[in-house]
């Protein structure tokens, strides 16, 4: 599976740290590579291209809160980033929504707690079913 990561210079360090614990996903490494002050727009942009062009599976967004760049990559059609700010909302994100971003706050989460978070994303399977039928509906309202 195909993923790439980035963020803005509020998820540079971990950025950093999710790289180098999950160094067996081969992760694509798109960018903020310091922590200079960055525009979190232009990073979801490069992730969602990566998605929907096919040259990746899923992708992991962080900024400060995680708020901005959840919303950046949500306006792209066929993204659903989901937030992952609790280990219950990481299964939820996969089983109900097929999210294909996860995504993170640099300032407001621990990096244990992501790398669970991620693992949990990992592990589950999309259920289908009366989830998709949603799904197909959020595709209809652009």
């Not at 990561?5 to 540079?12: K, L, R, V």
Request: proline content about 1%.
């Amino acid at each position: 599976m195909k993923t790439v990561i980035a963020a803005d210079h509020g998820g540079y360090e971990l950025k950093k740290q999710i790289i180098e614990h999950f160094s067996s996903l081969n992760l694509l490494d798109l960018g903020t590579y310091s922590p200079d002050s960055t525009d979190y727009p232009d990073y979801a942009k490069k992730v969602v291209k990566a998605i929907l062009t096919g040259e990746a599976d899923f992708g992991i967004l962080i900024c400060g809160t995680g708020i901005g760049i959840s919303i950046a990559a949500n306006r792209f059609s066929g993204i659903r980033a989901a937030l992952l700010y609790s280990d219950e909302v990481a299964r939820l994100a996969k089983q109900h929504n097929n999210a294909n971003v996860l995504v993170f706050g640099g300032r407001t989460m621990k990096a244990d707690d992501v790398i669970r978070r991620i693992e949990i994303f990992l592990a589950e399977k999309y259920e289908g079913g009366r989830h998709q039928k949603r799904l197909d509906k959020i595709e209809q309202t652009e």
